[in-house]
């Protein structure tokens, strides 16, 4: 009995270890969250929740998408092209001139389309400018009692150089030469006149920086810009002579015959101004 009670002992002790250990890995994988069997694990067949989506912060700073570069807001880059308006302003030294023009500045308005078309250096550029001005002026004659009206349409391609002596600011020198025609009325006889100018001119251009109206990749830099320029125009003369204007279907027409004014010179100093867009 002693012996058998020996050996039994001896195998309950060799068991003890190898029970021990299978409880442990029994109660460790029980004991995991979501295991079967565990007390807090939600049942196997449960649905999970529908989980409220957060509102936004719309108070929080926008970051910036990698696909959206931030650009600044204001640049100096160069604005290469410009739509603007212009005014012309000129002084005749023709004694015709001036009885015609009846004012002693005839002023006129117009349109011209500039660009840049050599920057040699970031401070040199060259710009051709291609313009239209038109300018109307009436009198009357007492000692005729005759009223005049002069219409001049004058288109201009004119060549500048300039020099930025700062970024908003350059002086500049420039030559033009063009075409235009005279219309002159005066008691119902008119006649139109052909005549070519040339002019050679300084002054400044001014410019603002350019800013991008939206965020993109197709926005684009716009500013504004100006110019002031005085000068002296060559202009051919003109020999007007009035014919009065008869309906040419009357059975009986009145014979008429022309009417010479003299000869009119056109050159004159002139001040011309332009404010406009550039891009």
């Known amino acids: 009995m002693t012996n058998g009670k020996r050996t039994m002992m001896q195998a309950a002790r060799a068991a003890l270890p190898l029970l021990a250990a299978g409880l442990l890995t029994s109660s460790s994988a029980l004991a995991q969250p979501g295991a079967y069997g565990y007390p ?19 108070t929080a700073p926008r970051k910036p998408q990698v696909f959206e570069p931030e650009r600044p807001v204001t640049s100096w880059d160069p604005l290469r092209f410009g739509v603007a308006l212009e005014g012309r302003a000129t002084w005749p030294t023709n004694g015709a001139g001036k009885r015609l023009a009846g004012e002693r500045m005839p002023k006129g308005a117009g349109l011209s389309l500039q660009a840049d078309v050599l920057r040699p250096s970031a401070q040199l550029a060259l710009r051709l400018d291609l313009g239209w001005t038109s300018t109307s002026t009436s009198s009357f004659q007492p ?16 060549a500048s150089l300039r020099y930025h002596v700062y970024r908003w600011l350059a002086p500049f020198a420039r030559v033009a030469g063009g075409m235009g025609w005279d219309k002159l009325t005066v008691a ?9 100018q040339a002019s050679l001119g300084a002054g400044v251009f001014l410019r603002s920086p350019g800013i991008h109206p ?5 926005s684009p830099l716009l500013g ?5 320029e005085a000068g002296y125009a060559l202009a051919t003369g003109s020999d007007f002579t009035l014919q009065a204007a008869l309906p040419s279907a009357s059975a009986t027409p009145i ?22 867009l550039a891009f």
């Not at 119902?188 to 070519?196: A, H, I, Q, T, V």
């Not at 939206?214 to 197709?218: H, I, L, N, R």
């Open 40 to 58: 807090y694990a939600p049942p196997q067949d449960a649905q999970p929740q529908n989980v409220r989506p957060q509102r936004p912060d719309l």
């Open 143 to 158: 000692s005729s009692s005759l009223s005049e009206k002069l219409d001049t349409n004058l288109f201009q391609l004119g």
């Open 188 to 196: 119902g006889m008119k006649d139109r006149e052909l005549f070519e």
């Open 214 to 218: 939206w965020q993109g990749a197709f």
């Open 224 to 228: 504004l810009m100006g110019n002031l």
């Open 255 to 276: 014979p008429t015959s022309s009417v010479p004014i003299g000869h009119v010179e056109r050159s004159a100093p002139y001040l011309r101004a332009a404010v406009g």
